[in-house]
């Protein structure tokens, strides 16, 4: 599985939450060199700034992740900075835990989004899979 510009893929597996992908933004590039810490990718002033676009076809980077050997029960959310800026890990972890299908569970963080959500949020995205 991959991603590519913002977006996140996290994994779950026995109610413990996993992300993926890194999103290619400056601000993930300044947390993995320890410059901020990862709460503060939501509100890094880099968070908008990517490290590559579509348009540079020739420096394209895609993260791919390793193969997951996947059990009844696991399940992924793919979403877009929209939507992970508002919806936190552990909501996302607790959401899941608490319902019964793909569909209840992203309408459980939906309304975690419009919790959270500031005026004027970036449009956002997200799909969620139960295997």
Known sequence: MGT???????????????QITDDH???????????????EIR???????????ISDIDDLNFDVSEVIDL???????????GFW????E????????????PKEWLEKMLESLHENEK???DNYSAITVEV
């Not at 509100?43 to 590559?52: A, D, F, I, V």
């Not at 552990?90 to 299908?101: G, L, M, N, P, V």
Request: proline share 1%.
């Open 4 to 18: 590519f510009r913002r977006q996140r893929l996290y994994y779950i597996s026995k109610k413990r939450i996993s």
């Open 25 to 39: 933004s400056i601000a993930f590039r300044d947390f993995k060199e320890g410059i901020i810490t990862f709460d």
């Open 43 to 53: 509100t890094s002033p880099n968070q908008n700034k990517l490290l590559s676009s």
């Open 71 to 81: 059990k009844k029960g696991d399940a992924f959310v793919l979403c877009t900075d």
């Open 85 to 88: 800026e508002y919806v936190y």
């Open 90 to 101: 552990d909501d996302i972890e607790k959401s899941f835990a608490k319902t019964k299908s």
């Open 119 to 121: 005026e004027n949020n």
